[in-house]
Nanobody
C-alpha cells in the first residue's frame, strides 16, 4: 500500500518556475515507478513525466521536454517535478502516481494503482 501527497502548486507568471513534491508513505515506494500526470480545465488527464524505481530511466511528454525534470529521493520517499519556463497551457491540476506492479514506467494512467489528491498549478500570461 502506498499513500501519495502532492505539494508545491500555486500561481506563477509565465516564464516562471515551480517545484512540485510528492511525499509517499508505504514500504513499497522504492520499488514503484513514479509519474506525474496533469488535468487541464475541461480536458482529460494527460501524462507529464515518469521515472523508474532505479532512477535509470525517465520519460517526458513532448510538451514539457526540456522544461520539466522529474527526480526522486528514495531515502526521503519523495518524487519531484521541477517545472521551468512555465506557460499558460501548463495550467492544470497535477497528480502524482505510483505503479507498484511494473519495473518500467508507462505513460498510460491506467497502469498506475496509486494516486495523490492533486495540486493546482496556475500560470498567468
Amino acid at each position: 500500500q502506498v499513500q501519495l501527497v502532492e505539494s508545491g502548486g500555486g500561481l506563477v507568471q509565465a516564464g516562471g518556475s515551480l517545484k512540485l513534491s510528492c511525499a509517499a508513505s508505504g514500504r513499497t515506494f522504492s520499488s514503484c515507478a513514479m509519474s506525474w500526470f496533469r488535468q487541464p480545465p475541461g480536458k482529460e488527464r494527460e501524462f507529464v513525466a515518469a521515472i523508474t524505481w532505479r532512477r535509470s530511466n525517465t520519460g517526458y511528454a513532448d510538451s514539457v521536454k526540456g522544461r520539466f525534470t522529474i527526480s526522486r529521493d528514495n531515502a526521503k520517499n519523495t518524487v519531484y517535478l521541477q517545472m521551468n519556463s512555465l506557460k499558460p497551457e501548463d495550467t492544470a491540476v497535477y497528480y502524482c502516481a505510483a505503479d507498484s506492479r511494473r519495473s518500467g514506467y508507462s505513460s498510460s494512467a491506467g497502469a498506475y494503482d496509486y494516486w495523490g489528491q492533486g495540486t493546482q498549478v496556475t500560470v498567468s500570461s
